[in-house]
């Protein structure tokens, strides 16, 4: 079965744009499945996780393509650089649109070979994991998060309340689609309403999002394993694996922390520029985002260091040892990982609908901070993250030092365990973690 993706719509658009299409993201996101979903019948599809199409593509990629004539889907196409130049010279002759679909699992190397290869002739789209929303059979509804009215009185009428219990399970599994079983004709709703067969309930009800009975710890073993085997020693000719897997742990029991690499090297047991490379490994895998701090020239005294943060909260939770969602719940990383699962989530919001994330943070030197400023039309959106049902005046105290900076704000939220969205304030709301 198939669980609908929100990006399904931009891929046919950007297919109808470019002769070439490359979806990239992390292992294990549902790349190829999303692909071969929408796909037509005449389009072929051949995977370089197979060493014969492999070798084939790197020491004959002229005969490659012969063989898999276009419109073609090639999957993992990271492992054979050497088709880039001959897809080049292809779509110049034929200069048709959507002659191939390629997904890719490694940023920094193939977007290297695609700018220099491809410039101009491809479309670039980002996959992550399952969001929330598409867990919940909304994936159409997805739209780039903004805390204004109509924004969100949108899914003021739609949206159901999350437990915290539901929250940190999902946040505990993480977003990776093996986690998460997928919807069959009679999955529709608890016993509180129905659904039409076509993705829309009706009446109370809901969709109930329910594990797929994946061994969770094995899955993440495996994946950390496959990971540093095959895309750490692509990226990094890293040679020793263990002081590799620290420096992961490391960066994971981080999440949500300004960026400090002096300390994360004291602890690895290597220097700050090995640190630097590695989180570039992390980056350029999926693995991690660095949220930029704002800033403007008017201003000297805000902190110019990224805030770091694991893309899956399941693989963050996996790596610093939580055993279940109720520890992960009351322990320490509890906030930590909350406010990681909401960036996520909006950084889905955007990406899962063709768009860059205009996201920052604001942290100076007096240590006023505000988690997440979105910025759209030169205006800046202030967001706290906060674990908490009542939020009041005091979560967002630091929103007023926004004013100083001479730029517009608007309006704000407090992105939080509130069942409801309420006003905090004339100028800031109180808005669920469904919401996002």
């Not at 949500?256 to 047991?269: F, I, K, S």
């Given at each position: 079965?198939?669980?609908?993706?929100?990006?399904?719509?931009?891929?046919?658009?950007?297919?109808?744009?470019?002769?070439?299409?490359?979806?990239?993201?992390?292992?294990?996101?549902?790349?190829?499945?999303?692909?071969?979903?929408?796909?037509?019948?005449?389009?072929?599809?051949?995977?370089?996780?197979?060493?014969?199409?492999?070798?084939?593509?790197?020491?004959?990629?002229?005969?490659?393509?012969?063989?898999?004539?276009?419109?073609?889907?090639?999957?993992?196409?990271?492992?054979?650089?050497?088709?880039?130049?001959?897809?080049?010279?292809?779509?110049?002759?034929?200069?048709?649109?959507?002659?191939?679909?390629?997904?890719?699992?490694?940023?920094?190397?193939?977007?290297?070979?695609?700018?220099?290869?491809?410039?101009?002739?491809?479309?670039?789209?980002?996959?992550?994991?399952?969001?929330?929303?598409?867990?919940?059979?909304?994936?159409?509804?997805?739209?780039?998060?903004?805390?204004?009215?109509?924004?969100?009185?949108?899914?003021?009428?739609?949206?159901?309340?999350?437990?915290?219990?539901?929250?940190?399970?999902?946040?505990?599994?993480?977003?990776?689609?093996?986690?998460?079983?997928?919807?069959?004709?009679?999955?529709?709703?608890?016993?509180?309403?129905?659904?039409?067969?076509?993705?829309?309930?009706?009446?109370?009800?809901?969709?109930?999002?329910?594990?797929?009975?994946?061994?969770?710890?094995?899955?993440?073993?495996?994946?950390?394993?496959?990971?540093?085997q095959r895309d750490v020693r692509d990226l990094a000719n890293i040679e020793n694996i263990?002081?590799?897997?620290?420096?992961?742990?490391?960066?994971?029991?981080?999440?949500?922390?300004?960026?400090?690499?002096?300390?994360?090297?004291?602890?690895?047991?290597?220097?700050?520029?090995?640190?630097?490379?590695?989180?570039?490994?992390?980056e350029a895998s999926g693995i991690i985002y660095l949220l930029k701090p704002y800033h403007?020239?008017?201003?000297?005294?805000?902190?110019?260091?990224?805030?770091?943060?694991?893309?899956?909260?399941?693989?963050?939770?996996?790596?610093?040892?939580?055993?279940?969602?109720?520890?992960?719940?009351?322990?320490?990383?509890?906030?930590?990982?909350?406010?990681?699962?909401?960036?996520?989530?909006?950084?889905?919001?955007?990406?899962?609908?063709?768009?860059?994330?205009?996201?920052?943070?604001?942290?100076?030197?007096?240590?006023?901070?505000?988690?997440?400023?979105?910025?759209?039309?030169?205006?800046?959106?202030?967001?706290?993250?906060?674990?908490?049902?009542?939020?009041?005046?005091?979560?967002?105290?630091?929103?007023?030092?926004?004013?100083?900076?001479?730029?517009?704000?608007?309006?704000?939220?407090?992105?939080?365990?509130?069942?409801?969205?309420?006003?905090?304030?004339?100028?800031?709301?109180?808005?669920?973690?469904?919401?996002?």
């Open positions: 079965m198939y669980l609908k993706r929100t990006l399904e719509s931009y891929v046919v658009k950007v297919s109808d744009m470019f002769p070439v299409l490359l979806v990239t993201g992390p292992r294990q996101v549902g790349k190829t499945t999303l692909l071969k979903r929408i796909c037509d019948a005449n389009r072929q599809y051949v995977t370089l996780d197979d060493p014969n199409n492999v070798r084939l593509a790197r020491e004959e990629p002229l005969l490659f393509i012969q063989r898999f004539k276009p419109p073609v889907l090639i999957d993992e196409i990271q492992y054979a650089p050497e088709l880039l130049p001959v897809i080049k010279a292809y779509v110049d002759k034929y200069k048709t649109r959507g002659l191939f679909w390629l997904t890719g699992s490694q940023q920094f190397h193939l977007m290297k070979g695609v700018s220099e290869s491809l410039a101009g002739r491809v479309g670039i789209i980002n996959l992550l994991g399952f969001s929330l929303k598409e867990l919940q059979r909304k994936a159409q509804e997805s739209e780039p998060f903004l805390p204004v009215e109509n924004f969100l009185e949108k899914f003021n009428s739609t949206y159901y309340t999350l437990s915290l219990e539901d929250l940190y399970e999902i946040i505990w599994y993480g977003s990776f689609p093996v986690m998460w079983e997928l919807p069959k004709n009679s999955d529709w709703g608890d016993g509180e309403g129905y659904g039409d067969g076509q993705g829309n309930g009706h009446g109370d009800g809901r969709y109930v999002i329910k594990k797929s009975g994946m061994d969770r710890d094995l899955f993440y073993a495996s994946y950390v394993q496959t990971y540093l263990t002081i590799f897997l620290k420096f992961l742990q490391s960066a994971a029991a981080r999440t949500g922390q300004l960026l400090n690499m002096t300390d994360m090297a004291r602890d690895v047991g290597v220097s700050p520029m090995t640190v630097s490379n590695w989180l570039s490994v992390l403007n020239n008017i201003s000297k005294r805000l902190i110019k260091a990224p805030k770091l943060y694991f893309l899956d909260t399941g693989l963050c939770a996996y790596l610093t040892a939580w055993s279940s969602p109720k520890t992960l719940e009351v322990g320490a990383m509890s906030g930590a990982i909350l406010e990681t699962f909401v960036v996520a989530e909006i950084l889905k919001s955007y990406w899962h609908n063709g768009k860059r994330a205009p996201l920052y943070y604001y942290r100076d030197k007096d240590k006023k901070e505000i988690d997440l400023l979105v910025i759209k039309d030169s205006i800046v959106y202030p967001l706290e993250i906060k674990k908490t049902s009542s939020p009041g005046v005091k979560d967002i105290q630091a929103f007023s030092t926004v004013k100083g900076l001479g730029i517009s704000v608007g309006h704000g939220g407090v992105i939080c365990l509130s069942e409801l969205m309420m006003p905090i304030n004339n100028e800031v709301s109180a808005i669920p973690v469904g919401f996002v």
